[in-house]
């Protein structure tokens, strides 16, 4: 058993006692009996309530501690956050899972099941799936066929739900786990016998992808920090799931590069009626905080990359191109493009979605 995993059941064995014998307990009195500074235990008691196993009793009052509840030793939900974005007859699902164990247990048995799933990525604890919409029929059951599986994807009035067919412990947390997850609208469930047949609801969102570049300069700055800053500012919005930073490189010999010549681009799931005030606050954000006079920033909805943006990328990481053909190639492809010259890097930087790290991050591979 890993140390934080062992620290977790010492600390939730010690609460759940004290809310037996006493009622409640306070952080002080963890702290006291473990050894451990309170600022630890503090920030165990948040983390155990973001997952439902501690809850909140009673606030601080003047010198006595504010008291918790210990609920239960299992998780609320191993499911974090559910969302989806739609571009065409083809829907992106995302699950932000409490453990990347948790995650590999679905990309593998969600990829062996196929279905509707076209591709399943994942990225720690990050699950992404590509489905496309319609219905196929999944074989179900105990080893060695998959124990959870994507067998239909359809929308409904702005909505999107999914159909997964599950056994064993995907079952359970389907029926009592996945809808506490943040993005999740409604669960509706069938059982036959030891099979759980759900429908999980979620929004239809936007995939909305915003390039950055040529944000630093010689006294100062970093496109990635910014793109990053960026992110945490986007993310805060009404509306908006955060999904993603990515780095890619451009060409490292053009002269006016300030250091590597890298840029960046994020991924956000966007309400449509929030798309307009998400793509005002990141054009404000960079011309704000942006080093250089010369930034730039690409907005487009969509994650299918458009062919003419992907050869526009491939240009860039491989010699010089110019502001006018950024501009031009924005036009044709729905890309909106804001700034000086950074909008050349910025539309090479989406252009790059979907592609590899390694690829993003070395221009002699392909993309």
Known sequence: MSRVLERRRQLLSLMRQATLENGSFTIAQVATELGLPRSTVQDWVKRLEAEGCVAGQTG??????????????MPRSTCRRV????DGDVVTI?????SSACAGFCSYHHRTAGGVIESVERDGDLLRETARLGRRRLEIGLSPLPAVGVEGVRLEDGLV???LRSIGGPAYSLSEMIGHADGVLEVRLEREGALVRAE?????????LIGVDDTDSAAGGATFALALALLQHLARLEGVQPIGHRIVML?????????GNACSYLELAVEPDALASVSQHAVRFVSDEAFSPEWGVAI?????VPGDLTGFAVRARAGRVTREEALAVAARTRTSLHG??????????IGSAGSTIKAQLDPSVAL
């Open 60 to 73: 601080s009052r003047g010198r006595y501690g504010a008291r918790f509840v210990a609920i239960s030793a």
């Open 83 to 86: 969302f989806t974005t739609i």
């Open 94 to 98: 995302f699950h932000k899972c409490l």
């Open 161 to 163: 739900v999914q159909e």
């Open 200 to 208: 999980v609801v979620t929004r239809a969102l936007v995939h909305l």
């Open 251 to 259: 060409d490292p010999s053009v002269a006016e590069r300030t250091a």
């Open 300 to 304: 487009r909805a969509g994650f299918r």
């Open 340 to 349: 000086g010259r950074g909008v050349i890097g910025s539309l090479a930087a």
